[in-house]
């Protein structure tokens, strides 16, 4: 029995210090695809494409579409689309709610029964991009098929995105386009855990955590002093710019298995930007760290915020 135990703890410590070691200071590559601050969406995915892929909008201003590719690809494809080389991606936000049943073939028939005639799809599969559910078909589009690929977000407000491959016309081998797109839907991964939670726009830290709301960044401190056992929590902001309003805070303990059983402490406010041009209610989780003295917050910025507990 000891001899078990022994071999779970190990192995048990082998997964906890792996996740520990996640370098969540990294930027994350699917806020540079998906710019957060355009599309008000967190993805939790690391996509399966070409590492030399980046995002272009076809419009800076206000885009209606985003493509994935290399940069000289695409800008050449913007500037002149006969001259694209090579299969590439374009994403944009799709013009229907989200509703899980859509995501089969029979529903996906029925909502569009009226724009596509049923001879015009094809190769429809469903299946899980991450953890996002996606309904990908072949339809006709003017003189020829093209590879459409639903994919609802999960997000409150129904948010769906619609993905196409564009492929050379007449040009290279067309297995190079197929091969691009399984690979895109099929083995786009699901973030790791502290990953995700940045990707939420959570950098999560023991002691602290970096806020990200629409490119703004605030550190929110936790800590526990030993002798009293008193809770101190701390609001800085990256500007002055940005406020913080205080509604609750309490403490927990992390059920994931990262940082698993550590205490955490959850404040509930809002972060208000510009004069309240963004209101953003949320709730922060800090890994709470133990100290014997609490930061010094007499130098606090004016627009910073301090409460103990």
Request: negative net charge; charged residues 25%.
């Amino acid at each position: 029995m000891k001899k078990l135990m022994l071999i779970l703890i190990f192995m048990f410590g082998l997964v906890y210090a792996i996740d520990e070691h996640v370098d969540v200071s990294q930027p994350l590559r699917i806020n540079q695809l998906v710019p957060r601050e355009k599309f008000f969406v967190a993805l939790g995915v690391e996509p399966a494409i070409p590492k030399d892929f980046v995002a272009i909008p076809d419009n800076d201003e206000i885009p209606n579409w985003i493509y994935w590719g290399p940069k000289e690809v695409v800008t050449g494809y913007l500037e002149d689309p006969e001259s694209l080389s090579m299969p590439i991606l374009g994403f944009k936000v799709a013009p229907f709610a989200q509703d899980e049943n859509y995501f089969n073939e029979q529903k996906f028939k029925e909502a569009n029964k009226d724009s596509i005639a049923s001879n015009e799809i094809d190769s429809i599969q469903t299946g899980s991009w991450g953890s996002y559910p996606y309904l990908a078909a072949k339809i006709m589009i003017g003189a020829e098929k093209q590879r459409l690929a639903w994919v609802g977000l999960n997000a409150e407000n129904g948010t769906v995105f619609l993905f196409k491959l564009l492929e050379p016309k007449n040009k290279g081998d067309k297995k190079e386009g197929e091969r691009l797109w399984k690979t895109f839907l099929t083995r786009t991964q699901q973030l790791s855990l502290p990953l995700l939670f940045k990707a939420q726009g959570q950098e999560m830290h023991y002691g602290y955590t970096i806020v990200d709301v629409l490119g703004r960044k605030i550190k929110v401190m936790a800590e526990k002093r030993k002798s009293d056992r008193k809770y101190q929590f701390v609001v800085i902001p990256s500007d002055e710019n940005v406020k913080f309003e205080y509604k609750k805070a309490f403490t927990c303990f992390m059920e994931p298995d990262w940082h698993q059983g550590s205490l955490l402490m959850k404040v509930e406010g809002s972060y208000i930007i510009d004069n309240g041009w963004v209101h953003n209610f949320m709730t922060t989780s800090i890994l709470v760290k133990e100290v014997d003295e609490f930061t010094d917050t007499s130098k606090l910025p004016e627009n910073g915020f301090v409460k103990q507990l």
